[in-house]
């Protein structure tokens, strides 16, 4: 027997020959394939050359099989369904999905978004595990190489070649501080910031906010008397003093009585801070992120509800 070589053979004939050899009827087998009669008959002829071998052939009106057509027809239909599950989308059950997603976040993120985040985990997916970690340097390395599913941003967050990003929800900046604080009932102005401490969130190392630009041109410096990580722990730090903090609106006003804190407008025009989701392009068909996506995009629209 001569050999073929594939690189020759047009593999698009391979339906039309599955359908020839189980319907043995060139008519039939066209119309499962969408080919025309005189279509299906210049496809016969080709696969006819290809495999050297006539196939079917005329047995009083109909066509029978050769014996190599019969011995083809079985693993050129099982082939065909293999190839065909490279395009169809594996089901996707979250109640058998065993995994541990890992997501990256401030405790902000831990503490609104995780609860109602993993309620719906245990109830839709209760062998899914979710490990949230801190920022460091190495995050876009960990996105690319799958060590990190998911990351909270906010809108203005540059973003690495090949990252997506999408938003989840909307929050601001408000002016924090204690109850009892003797400005509490004060209208703050940007000269305030100068008169008491301040607290502020430092994640990435990036100690210059908007607040401090707006102060510049007014010729103002403000003293940061605590640096940290940690929003909770700006909360309990001017719920204890004097000093004052500028957070996420959302987060200020969901623990100001435990704390209390008094939420205020701050001095500047508006800070809007969109909420974000980064991931990685290359992993976007992934059914499981996709799922996850989901339960993320409805946990933060349920915790980043504003006053109007």
Do not use: C
Not at 259 to 279: D, H, N, R
């Amino acid at each position: 027997m001569r050999q073929t070589n594939l690189a020759g053979v047009d593999l698009n004939l391979l339906p039309a020959l599955e359908a020839l050899l189980r319907r043995r009827n060139v008519t039939r087998a066209a119309e499962d394939v969408g080919l025309s009669q005189p279509a299906m008959s210049r496809a016969l002829q080709r696969l006819r050359e290809a495999l050297d071998d006539p196939l079917l052939v005329r047995v009083g009106a109909g066509l029978a099989a050769t014996p190599r057509a019969v011995a083809l027809l079985p693993e050129l239909t099982a082939m065909l369904d293999r190839l065909g599950s490279l395009y169809r989308e594996p089901a996707f059950a979250p109640e058998s999905l065993e995994r541990t997603f890992v997501l990256v976040g401030a405790d902000v993120h831990t503490v609104l978004v995780a609860p109602p985040l993993l309620r719906r985990a245990l109830a839709q997916a209760p062998k899914v595990d979710l490990r949230f970690e801190t920022y460091d340097r190495t995050l876009r390395e960990r996105l690319e190489s799958g060590a990190v599913d998911l990351a909270f941003a906010v809108a203005n967050t540059p973003l690495p070649p090949g990252a997506t990003s999408e938003p989840l929800a909307d929050d601001r900046l408000a002016l924090v501080i204690r109850s009892n604080h003797p400005a509490a009932n004060l209208d703050w102005t940007l000269a305030d910031y100068a008169l008491w401490p301040n607290v502020t969130i430092t994640i990435r190392g990036d100690d210059e906010s908007e607040i401090d630009g707006a102060l510049a041109q007014q010729g103002l410096t403000r003293r940061i008397a605590l640096r940290t990580p940690h929003f909770m722990a700006a909360l309990a730090a001017v719920a204890a003093t004097d000093a004052a903090t500028t957070i996420s609106a959302t987060l200020a006003r969901r623990f100001a009585r435990e704390f209390g804190l008094v939420v205020k407008e701050t001095p500047l025009a508006s800070i809007p801070m969109q909420l974000t989701l980064i991931g990685v392009a290359a992993r976007a068909a992934d059914p499981g992120l996709r799922w996850l996506k989901q339960r993320v995009r409805e946990a933060a629209r349920e915790a980043y509800t504003l006053d109007p």
